[in-house]
């Protein structure tokens, strides 16, 4: 990633505007150490921007209120959405470095959901509960709990290999041959439809894994029945 992203800096003529990215993949890959800041040093040398995109990642949901916490790069910018709201309700919001409002006197905006005073009271207590109620760092236990017990799964049930991700954007990763499949979007989509029949609500996060990412108000009993559902997903045969 890193010489391709050198390749294309060195090659444009009218030079990289910004580089627009997921600090942590939302399908729970998580960079190796060093990535983002060698990225953020090549912004910098090139008059680059580094936008992060932590819609999926951000507000605590990987044990960090923003995920680029993990990754040892600061960006100019942040976009945040989906949690934003709770879930429920539609707002997102970027956040940017100061020194980027270069024309604070000119009315640029005044569209006609730009300003939606509900939304923006749902954002604000939906942080507040955040802050209030030690949510990030129930997400880093939940995390601990969740690889314990799939670590503890996996020693037990063959289709199960592990899992992947942060704090709880998780990913749990199967072994397509306990069930006499090859990996890739139908073994995939096999999963996730049994899930569906079982009560899960999930999403294929690659060719042998799905999605574990649950919300940072899970209760125990919530969690309990989802590693029940889990290990049925796990022991019958998706087809």
Same mark, same amino acid.
């Given at each position: 990633?890193? +010489?391709?992203? $050198?390749?294309?800096?060195?090659?444009? =003529?009218?030079?990289?505007?910004?580089?627009?990215? =997921?600090?942590?993949?939302?399908?729970?890959?998580?960079?190796?150490?060093?990535?983002?800041?060698? !990225?953020?040093?090549?912004?910098?040398?090139?008059? /680059?921007?580094?936008?992060?995109?932590?819609?999926?990642?951000?507000?605590?949901?990987?044990?960090?209120?923003?995920?680029?916490?993990?990754?040892?790069?600061?960006?100019?910018?942040?976009?945040?959405?989906?949690?934003?709201?709770?879930?429920? #309700?539609?707002?997102?919001?970027?956040? /940017?470095?100061?020194?980027?409002?270069?024309?604070?006197?000119?009315?640029?905006?005044?569209?006609?959901?730009?300003?939606?005073?509900?939304?923006?009271?749902?954002? #604000?207590?939906?942080?507040?509960?955040?802050?209030?109620?030690?949510?990030?760092?129930?997400?880093?236990? #939940?995390? $601990?709990?969740?690889?314990?017990?799939?670590?503890?799964?996996?020693? =037990? !049930?063959?289709?199960?290999?592990? !899992? $992947?991700?942060?704090?709880?954007?998780? /990913?749990?990763?199967?072994?397509? +041959?306990?069930? @006499?499949?090859?990996?890739?979007? +139908?073994?995939?989509?096999?999963?996730? %439809?049994?899930?569906?029949?079982?009560?899960?609500?999930?999403? %294929?996060?690659?060719?042998? %894994?799905? @999605?574990?990412?649950?919300?940072?108000? !899970?209760?125990?009993?919530? #969690?309990?029945?989802?590693?029940?559902?889990? =290990? $049925?997903?796990?022991?019958?045969?998706?087809?």
């Amino acid at each position: 990633m890193l +010489a391709e992203m $050198r390749e294309a800096f060195g090659a444009s =003529e009218t030079g990289i505007a910004a580089v627009v990215a =997921e600090p942590i993949r939302s399908n729970c890959h998580v960079p190796p150490d060093g990535l983002w800041a060698e !990225v953020r040093d090549l912004c910098n040398r090139h008059g /680059a921007l580094l936008i992060f995109d932590e819609i999926p990642s951000g507000l605590g949901k990987t044990g960090r209120f923003f995920a680029f916490e993990h990754v040892g790069a600061i960006p100019d910018a942040v976009v945040l959405g989906k949690a934003l709201g709770g879930g429920v #309700l539609p707002i997102a919001a970027v956040i /940017a470095d100061a020194r980027l409002d270069i024309a604070p006197e000119l009315d640029l905006g005044h569209y006609t959901h730009e300003k939606n005073p509900l939304t923006t009271r749902a954002a #604000l207590t939906m942080i507040e509960i955040v802050e209030r109620d030690g949510l990030v760092g129930r997400a880093v236990e #939940l995390e $601990r709990r969740i690889r314990s017990r799939i670590a503890a799964l996996a020693s =037990e !049930v063959p289709a199960i290999l592990g !899992v $992947r991700g942060c704090g709880l954007l998780l /990913a749990i990763e199967f072994d397509p +041959a306990a069930f @006499g499949m090859k990996p890739g979007p +139908a073994f995939a989509g096999h999963l996730v %439809s049994r899930c569906f029949e079982l009560g899960l609500s999930t999403t %294929s996060k690659g060719p042998a %894994s799905i @999605g574990f990412s649950l919300p940072m108000t !899970v209760t125990d009993a919530e #969690l309990e029945l989802c590693f029940e559902r889990l =290990e $049925r997903v796990a022991a019958v045969p998706p087809c």
